[in-house]
């Protein structure tokens, strides 16, 4: 059974950072793509990065998040700097079945069940 599990979600200050973490298990994603997308109240969910053969980002994100992945842990990263409150949602992991990196969340078979970022003003 696959799983993804976020972790390093939390309440921050603006201008402060996070690091997020997606351990994967299950199955070996060092040769698919993941994602991360997020979700504010009341808006829809959106991506934020993706790591593949290439590697891309939103533009509201770029030049402040990082996604990384250490394939021997089977596990993504997003390094978020310079946070802003606009950036509090729930930011999921996501996995693809392909390598090509999509900003579809359609284009994901599998997820994890969020973590919280808050950032305050």
């Known amino acids: 059974q696959v799983q993804l599990v976020e972790s390093g979600g939390g309440l921050v200050q603006a201008g402060g950072s996070l690091r997020l973490s997606c351990a994967a298990s299950?199955?070996?994603?060092?040769?698919?793509?993941m994602g991360w997308f997020r979700q504010a109240p009341g808006k829809k969910r959106e991506f934020v990065a993706g790591?593949?053969?290439?590697?891309y980002y939103a533009d509201s994100v770029k030049g402040r998040f990082t996604i990384s992945r250490d394939n021997a842990k089977n596990t993504v990263y997003l390094q978020m700097n310079r946070l802003a409150p606009e950036d509090t949602a729930i930011y999921y992991c996501?996995?693809?079945?392909?390598?090509?990196?999509?900003?579809?969340?359609?284009?994901?078979?599998?997820w994890g069940r969020g973590t919280q970022v808050t950032v305050s003003s």
């Open positions: 996501a996995a693809s079945s392909g390598r090509v990196v999509s900003g579809t969340d359609h284009d994901y078979a599998y």
């Open positions: 299950g199955r070996t994603f060092s040769s698919y793509a």
């Open positions: 790591s593949g053969l290439s590697t």
